[in-house]
């Protein structure tokens, strides 16, 4: 063991740990759970240091020996090896100050092995810096990073959508508002309002996305650069953009960008409207799927695998389920961001560790729910096309389209006779001589009865 101190007294950390003091004293304090924060947003912590030694270096705030050192020890820890002396909580007090002084030290003590001069965790590695502009900016850096990986999934599912739409656009169906029958449709018609709803959700999360570019770093801990070289505050941001390729932008108002957190509420809410979105789809694949023999059975669903383990044969619609399920975690992730965002206070928001854990965590599971959806289950879904125009064929709501030759009494009275004698409403007609049998062929045409005609897409 060896012996540190801080403002608080003294600790004995472990000979062979890279961590310091700060992070010793954080896995005390925060025993909250087995996660760690996240190791991606902590190598875009070592990021920033590696950058902001570049920087400082060319500034004359930095010795060219120590900064050499430390961009060789971020370069080290960059590779993986020292994954497991990031030893903080997800949630933790403090604001990120200590994942950001976890990286401090590890970087500090990794350095320290390449030059005898003392790497110092926070005259050194984070000069020029706070958490205040360091973590969020991290946690900004790590919501890029993934998002073009959940850009593909919903990129894919917007596609197959238009693509079932295409395939099923001839593919009759009974039309149902508040589960009731109603006027004829198609699943082609189905599929293309599933399409345009994607396209939205694709749409506001692009634009979510892009308003986290706008950083706050270089505002050190509250946005005015305090204890930063003007030439740091004016190249820091170009130098990471070097390093990661992020495209990151320098707020405007960096005291408004270090305590506000509007950005990262608006990218969650994007991300409950596309989970709201997602299990209203997944309810409606389930309960079109639902049977087979004693459901609508108006889908198939692809097996993927047995449903029960006590009814031989049983197949459930696990993949929707399982959808349904990341949604529910996703709008509850929202709910903590929002109470999160508003709990901030004067300066700062003192709440960013949770916020960016569950915008990492529900981004990632999204990510792999669009991509278990499309190809498992929308890639491979059918329809029972024969089944649907049957049902259209017999329904009797499908009188609908005699109210305007008829009206709407007479029309009705003839969807009571015809639930009543259980025969179709065209039959009926037919026997009852209101209408020749050509006026009638025609109202009741699938083209008609789905108002094809109108059809503007």
Same mark, same amino acid.
């Given at each position: 063991?060896?012996?540190?101190?801080?403002?608080?007294?003294?600790? @004995?950390?472990?000979?062979?740990?890279?961590?310091?003091?700060?992070?010793?004293?954080?896995?005390?304090?925060?025993?909250?759970?087995s996660?760690?924060?996240?190791?991606?947003? #902590?190598?875009?912590?070592?990021?920033?240091?590696? @950058?902001?030694?570049?920087?400082?270096?060319?500034?004359?705030?930095?010795?060219?020996q120590? =900064?050499?050192?430390i961009?060789r020890?971020?370069? /080290?820890?960059?590779?993986g090896?020292?994954?497991?002396?990031?030893?903080?909580?997800?949630?933790?007090?403090?604001?990120?100050?200590?994942?950001?002084?976890?990286?401090?030290?590890?970087?500090?003590?990794?350095?320290?092995?390449?030059t005898?001069?003392?790497?110092h %965790?926070?005259?050194?590695v984070?000069? =020029?810096?706070?958490?205040?502009?360091?973590?969020?900016?991290?946690?900004?850096?790590?919501? !890029?990073?993934?998002?073009?990986?959940?850009?593909?999934?919903?990129?894919?599912? &917007?596609?197959?959508?238009?693509?079932?739409? *295409?395939?099923?656009?001839?593919?009759?169906?009974?039309?149902?508002?508040? !589960?009731?029958? @109603?006027? %004829?449709t198609?699943?082609?018609n189905s599929?293309?309002?599933?399409?345009?709803?994607?396209?939205?959700?694709l749409?506001?999360?692009?634009?979510? &996305?892009?308003v986290?570019?706008?950083?706050n770093?270089?505002?050190?801990?509250?946005?005015?650069?305090?204890?930063?070289s003007?030439f740091?505050?004016?190249?820091?941001?170009?130098?990471?953009?070097?390093?990661?390729?992020?495209k990151?932008v320098?707020?405007?108002d $960096?005291?408004?960008?270090?305590?506000?957190c509007?950005?990262? +509420?608006?990218?969650?809410?994007?991300?409950k409207?596309? =989970?709201? /979105?997602?299990?209203?789809?997944?309810?409606?694949?389930r309960?079109?799927?639902?049977?087979p023999?004693?459901?609508?059975?108006?889908?198939?669903?692809? +097996?993927?695998? +047995?449903?029960s383990?006590?009814? %031989?044969?049983?197949?459930? %619609?696990?993949?929707?389920?399982?959808?349904?399920q990341?949604?529910?975690?996703?709008?509850?992730?929202?709910?903590?961001?929002s109470?999160?965002?508003?709990?901030?206070?004067?300066?700062?928001?003192a709440?960013?560790?949770?916020?960016?854990? /569950?915008?990492?965590d529900?981004?990632?599971?999204?990510?792999?729910?669009?991509?278990?959806l499309?190809?498992?289950?929308?890639?491979g879904?059918?329809?029972?096309?024969?089944?649907?125009? *049957?049902? &259209?064929?017999?329904? +009797?709501?499908s009188?609908?389209?005699?109210?305007p &030759?008829i009206?709407?009494?007479?029309? #009705?009275?003839?969807?009571?006779?015809?639930?009543?004698? $259980?025969?179709s409403? $065209?039959?009926? !007609?037919?026997?009852?001589?209101? #209408?020749?049998?050509?006026?009638?062929?025609?109202?009741?045409?699938?083209?008609?009865?789905i108002?094809?005609?109108?059809?503007?897409r």
């Amino acid at each position: 063991m060896r012996i540190e101190t801080d403002c608080v007294g003294s600790l @004995a950390i472990p000979d062979k740990a890279l961590y310091g003091i700060h992070a010793a004293r954080a896995q005390q304090n925060f025993p909250i759970s087995s996660e760690k924060t996240d190791v991606a947003l #902590m190598k875009n912590i070592v990021l920033i240091k590696q @950058a902001a030694a570049v920087v400082n270096q060319q500034a004359g705030t930095l010795d060219s020996q120590k =900064s050499r050192a430390i961009i060789r020890a971020c370069q /080290d820890v960059l590779s993986g090896k020292y994954d497991d002396q990031f030893v903080v909580a997800a949630i933790q007090g403090g604001a990120g100050t200590s994942a950001n002084m976890n990286v401090n030290e590890v970087v500090a003590n990794v350095a320290g092995q390449y030059t005898a001069i003392v790497i110092h %965790p926070n005259d050194d590695v984070n000069q =020029s810096q706070s958490t205040n502009d360091v973590f969020p900016t991290a946690g900004k850096m790590t919501l !890029l990073q993934l998002y073009p990986a959940l850009r593909q999934q919903l990129q894919r599912l &917007v596609h197959v959508l238009l693509d079932r739409a *295409e395939t099923f656009k001839d593919a009759v169906k009974v039309g149902r508002t508040q !589960l009731q029958d @109603a006027v %004829p449709t198609t699943f082609g018609n189905s599929f293309h309002a599933y399409y345009s709803l994607f396209k939205r959700d694709l749409q506001r999360v692009n634009q979510a &996305v892009d308003v986290l570019r706008n950083v706050n770093l270089g505002g050190t801990a509250i946005g005015t650069g305090l204890n930063a070289s003007e030439f740091y505050r004016e190249h820091i941001v170009d130098e990471v953009n070097d390093l990661t390729g992020v495209k990151l932008v320098v707020s405007e108002d $960096k005291i408004d960008a270090t305590q506000n957190c509007d950005a990262l +509420a608006a990218f969650s809410s994007s991300l409950k409207m596309l =989970s709201l /979105d997602l299990i209203k789809l997944s309810n409606d694949l389930r309960l079109l799927g639902s049977g087979p023999q004693a459901g609508f059975c108006e889908l198939r669903l692809p +097996a993927v695998q +047995a449903g029960s383990s006590i009814m %031989p044969g049983k197949v459930n %619609p696990v993949i929707p389920e399982v959808v349904n399920q990341v949604a529910f975690q996703v709008i509850g992730y929202d709910t903590t961001v929002s109470l999160a965002v508003q709990a901030g206070q004067l300066e700062l928001n003192a709440f960013e560790p949770v916020i960016f854990k /569950d915008l990492i965590d529900g981004e990632v599971i999204l990510t792999g729910a669009l991509e278990t959806l499309v190809t498992r289950c929308l890639e491979g879904i059918q329809v029972n096309a024969e089944y649907g125009k *049957e049902q &259209v064929e017999k329904s +009797a709501i499908s009188a609908t389209v005699l109210a305007p &030759v008829i009206g709407y009494e007479r029309a #009705m009275n003839l969807v009571k006779q015809a639930i009543r004698q $259980k025969k179709s409403v $065209k039959t009926l !007609l037919k026997t009852q001589a209101i #209408m020749s049998d050509e006026q009638i062929d025609y109202l009741f045409s699938t083209q008609h009865l789905i108002n094809r005609s109108n059809d503007k897409r």
